[in-house]
Each structure stands twice: as C-alpha cells, then as structure tokens.
Nanobody, 129 residues
Framework: QVQLVESGGGLVQAGGSLTLSCAAS????????MGWFRQAPGKEREFVAA????????YCADSVKGRFTISRDNAKNTVYLQMNSLKPEDTAVYSC??????????????????????WGQGAQVTVSS
C-alpha cells in the first residue's frame, strides 16, 4: 500500500520559514516525479514544485522560485519543501504527490495534477501578516 505522509506544517509569521516533509512508502519510486501542490480556500489546486526521484532535477512555479526549494533524501524515502520568505498568500493546504511522468514537455506535464498517481493527506501552512 503506497503512502505519502506530509509533516511540518503550521503557523508562521510573514518572512518566516517552514520545511515540509513527505515520507513515501509502499513501493519503489525510481523513475517517479515527486511533487508539491497547494490549495488555498476558494482557489484551485496549483503546482508548487517537483523533483525527479532518480536525477534530482527540480522544477518550481514562478510564484515560489527563489523562495522555495524542493529536495529529496533517497535513503530516507523522503521529499522536502524548504519554504523561506513566506508571504500571507502562501497560506494553503500543501499536498505531496507522486507520478510516473515521462515524455516531452515534462515541465508542462508536471503542472497537471491528474498526472500524479499517489497523494498525501495534506498539511496546513498558515502565514500571518
């Protein structure tokens, strides 16, 4: 049974930092992309960042580029999202996802949540002004 379990969410002041973790289990994730998505109240789910499990290649949304960093620890089967310089508009439920996404146009495919096969339960991140 595949499980993605997020942790590390919470309440932080604007300008602060948080690190989210996603512990993956139940299968090998070689050749998978691991992604982070977020959904704020009343808004659609949006792509935040993704990383290739094997190569470590990363992709970030323009809205978080330079502030958020995605990384992985293959030995611990864990993916991280380091979030710095947080803003109130970063407030959302952040979800970890895994998908075997291949082919051309990978940077665009990663933005599409339907391409991911497994999802975590989500972690609330609240940034106060």
């Amino acid at each position: 049974q595949v499980q993605l379990v997020e942790s590390g969410g919470g309440l932080v002041q604007a300008g602060g930092s948080l690190t989210l973790s996603c512990a993956a289990s139940g299968r090998t994730f070689s050749s998978f992309y691991m992604g982070w998505f977020r959904q704020a109240p009343g808004k659609e789910r949006e792509f935040v960042a993704a990383i290739n499990w094997d190569s470590g290649s990363t992709y970030c949304a323009d809205s978080v580029k330079g502030r958020f960093t995605i990384s992985r620890d293959n030995a611990k089967n864990t993916v991280y999202l380091q979030m710095n310089s947080l803003k109130p508009e970063d407030t959302a439920v952040y979800s970890c996802a895994a998908g075997r996404i291949t082919g051309r146009g990978i940077a665009y495919k990663l933005l599409e949540s339907w391409r991911y096969d497994y999802w975590g339960q989500g972690a609330q991140v609240t940034v106060s002004s």
